[in-house]
């Protein structure tokens, strides 16, 4: 059994700052990339960050120079430092791992639950 557990969002004003953060646990082997996800209301799940377990970093276009995407691999966590944030930002974020469970060879995606985040004008 695998578990992705977010926290962190919230409602902020234009111009604010939220941190997400997402802990992975459970049966893991190892954990290839990590990311986060956004659904607005009537839009498709979007990437918003991910990162390897290299580090190796990817932004959306609309969030590069405001949000940073981290990860602290001994604990299976993955951080996102949302700053200047404006209502185009509203949105559920989900967090989403890249792993291997124990015993499986193959990877496999996994979710977590969402976390809303809305962001006043």
């Known amino acids: 059994q695998v578990q992705l557990v977010e926290s962190g969002g919230g409602l902020v004003q234009t111009g604010g700052s939220l941190r997400l953060s997402c802990a992975a646990s459970g049966n893991i082997f190892s954990i290839n990339a990590m990311g986060w996800y956004r659904q607005a209301p009537g839009k498709q799940r979007e990437l918003v960050a991910s990162?390897?377990?290299?580090?190796?970093?990817n932004y959306a276009d609309s969030v590069k120079g405001r949000f940073t995407i981290s990860r602290v691999n001994g604990k299976k966590t993955v951080y996102l430092q949302m700053n200047s944030l404006n209502p185009g930002d509203t949105a559920v974020y989900y967090c989403n791992a890249d792993l291997k469970r124990i015993g499986v060879w193959v990877p496999e995606d996994y979710w977590g639950q969402g976390t809303q985040v809305t962001v006043s004008s």
């Open positions: 990162i390897t377990s290299g580090g190796s970093t």
